[in-house]
């Protein structure tokens, strides 16, 4: 299997490249009777838009068409292909480092794995963040599946470079760090993160982050043993996003550090039902939801398209030869990343759902459609001041 597709029973297969025509997703497995309409998945879209000075100057508009599979306003059990046209693309620049790959990005391996002849240089091609553009809309089904359950993903930005936030935060910050140009988990820090950033785009350089992401009301069972253990399956997901470089659940690489004692998950009764006291496992025992918030992290590095001079080599001449990357980059992946690592959380919980057996398969009974309208319009609500001015 070449690897473009991911998911059992909520299956997704994303496709473009970040220069060609579009980039989009055949989403196949949702079950009839779903409302959905492209503005749903435009609000996602929005999350992750390039486009103020933060993030990449590329411009682009990100409008969403979906191409199959809803009729009258609702899914109907057949696949669906959302595309998204690529609008603001200059490969210009590309023409020059076609023989001088560039450090940090995917443009030796691919050389060497797919030949020179067969690679397409321009702006990444499919290793580059714009095929994440597919994902987010895809996230953006699932998400709205997943309301059906009450179940919510929202993700912020918890460290950029040396700052980092150290209070405690829940979902409810990440939830509201949509309204936050940086995804700040915590309003106190917005300004600092937003100075290390303005400070990387003077310097032509670039900072790592560190992308906190939460899921609200998970139900508990979900994940198969043992290969599919649903952190396994988390990990896989999250890691497969481009720029990706670490991985933690619950107390994660603290665990590591610590004295068993210490870090006990006691099993307690707690609003008169059992739970766990601290949830240090972050929602996940033996590979299966314990019902308890699902913590997770992800850290992501520098982008590597700095301004700096950069040693590469130039493979017509095997000859190390000194490069500048131009082009039009992100000084912190993370800040935009966040709305992917939500989208590819959200496609593995509503997988696993309907893998257990909580999400319907075929076709979706009308007394959950109307449920799923009404919460999807509070979810909608969130940030909208923000929304309508995008
Ligand atoms: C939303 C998003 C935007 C990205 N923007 C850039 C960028 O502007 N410049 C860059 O060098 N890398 C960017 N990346 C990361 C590269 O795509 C990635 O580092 C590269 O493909 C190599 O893959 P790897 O880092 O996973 O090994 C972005 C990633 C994401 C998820």
Redesign the pocket.
């Known amino acids: 299997m070449p690897g473009n597709s991911f998911g059992k029973l909520l299956r997704v297969t994303t496709f473009g490249e970040s220069h060609g025509a579009a980039v989009g997703a055949v989403i196949d497995g949702v079950p009839a009777g779903l409302p959905l309409d492209s503005s749903d998945i435009q609000y996602e879209l929005s999350f992750?838009r390039p486009g103020h000075h933060l993030v990449?100057p590329r411009r682009e508009e990100d409008k969403v068409e979906i191409l199959s599979g809803v009729f009258n306003g609702r899914t109907t059990g057949a696949p669906i292909a959302i595309i998204v046209r690529n609008t603001d693309v200059d490969s210009s620049y590309y023409e020059e480092l076609k023989f001088t790959p560039r450090p940090?990005?995917?443009d030796l391996p691919y050389i060497i794995r797919y030949g020179f002849e067969n690679w397409d240089y321009r702006g990444?091609g499919r290793?580059?963040?714009r095929e994440?553009v597919a994902r987010v809309a895809a996230g953006a089904i699932a998400k709205k599946l997943l309301a059906a359950l009450d179940v919510w993903i929202a993700g912020c930005v918890r460290s950029i470079g040396d700052v980092e936030v150290a209070d405690d935060v829940g979902f409810e910050d990440a939830l509201h760090s949509r309204c936050s140009p940086v995804r700040s988990c915590s309003k106190k820090y917005e300004a600092a993160f937003i100075s290390v950033i303005e400070s990387a785009v003077r310097e032509g350089d670039s900072y790592g982050a560190i992308v906190e992401v939460f899921v609200k009301n998970p139900p508990a069972g979900l994940g198969e043993p043992v290969f599919d253990k649903i952190k396994a399956d988390l990990a896989k997901a999250i890691m497969s996003?481009?720029?990706?470089v670490g991985f933690e659940i619950g107390l994660g690489f603290r665990y590591a550090r610590a004295k068993g004692s210490v870090v006990m998950d006691e099993i307690v009764i707690q609003n008169s039902r059992v739970g766990w006291r601290y949830n240090y496992s972050g929602g996940v025992l033996g590979g299966i939801t314990t019902g308890e918030p699902i913590v997770m992290r992800c850290a992501f590095?520098p982008?590597?398209?700095i301004k700096k001079p950069q040693k590469t080599v130039d493979m017509r001449t095997l000859e190390e030869r000194t490069i500048v990357v131009k082009g039009r980059?992100?000084p912190c992946?993370g800040v935009?990343?966040v709305a992917?690592v939500e989208a590819m959380t959200a496609l593995v919980i509503a997988d696993h759902a309907m893998r257990s057996g909580f999400l319907p398969l075929v076709k979706i009974p009308s007394d959950m459609v109307s449920t799923i309208s009404s919460r999807w319009r509070w979810y909608r609500g969130v940030c909208m001041d923000m929304e309508e001015s995008q």
């Open positions: 992750r990449s940090g990005h995917a990444g290793a580059s963040g994440t996003i481009p720029g990706a590095k982008t590597s398209s980059h992100d992946i935009r990343a992917v």
